[in-house]
């Protein structure tokens, strides 16, 4: 069993930033491949970046490619989403989730713990 709690999220204008941060309990952090999901008021939830449990493969959605930087620390059992250049179609409720065993993938059913989200809101 993995518990996920993130922070970080808040009102940010266009072209600011922001990095979310999700804190993982449980031993086994270090063999969990990470995703970070967005969803929007009325929208599904949308694959935004996910990283292997080594950390040394990252994937990225289209739309955030080049803006946002997915990274984690096993030693503090966290995983980051840095967010640069932010767009105001960028707001939604942010969630990380984990996934026991394989790489990175971008469908919300390959994850099986979710955190409660922690909003961002870009304003124009």
């Known amino acids: 069993q993995v518990q996920l709690v993130e922070s970080g999220g808040g009102l940010v204008q266009a072209g600011g930033s922001l990095r979310l941060s999700c804190a993982a309990s449980?031993?086994?952090?270090?063999?969990?491949?990470m995703g970070w999901f967005r969803q929007a008021p009325g929208k599904g939830r949308e694959f935004v970046a996910a990283?292997?449990?080594?950390?040394?493969?990252?994937y990225y959605a289209d739309s955030v490619k080049g803006r946002f930087t997915i990274s984690r620390d096993n030693a503090k059992n966290t995983v980051y989403l840095q967010m640069n250049s932010l767009k105001p179609e960028d707001t939604a409720v942010y969630y990380c989730?984990?996934?026991?065993?394989?790489?990175?993938?971008?469908?919300?059913?390959?994850?099986?713990?979710w955190g409660q989200g922690t909003q961002v809101t870009v304003s124009s």
């Open positions: 989730a984990a996934r026991p065993q394989g790489g990175g993938c971008y469908l919300p059913s390959c994850y099986a713990y």
């Open positions: 990283i292997s449990w080594s950390g040394g493969s990252t």
């Open positions: 449980g031993r086994t952090f270090s063999s969990y491949a």
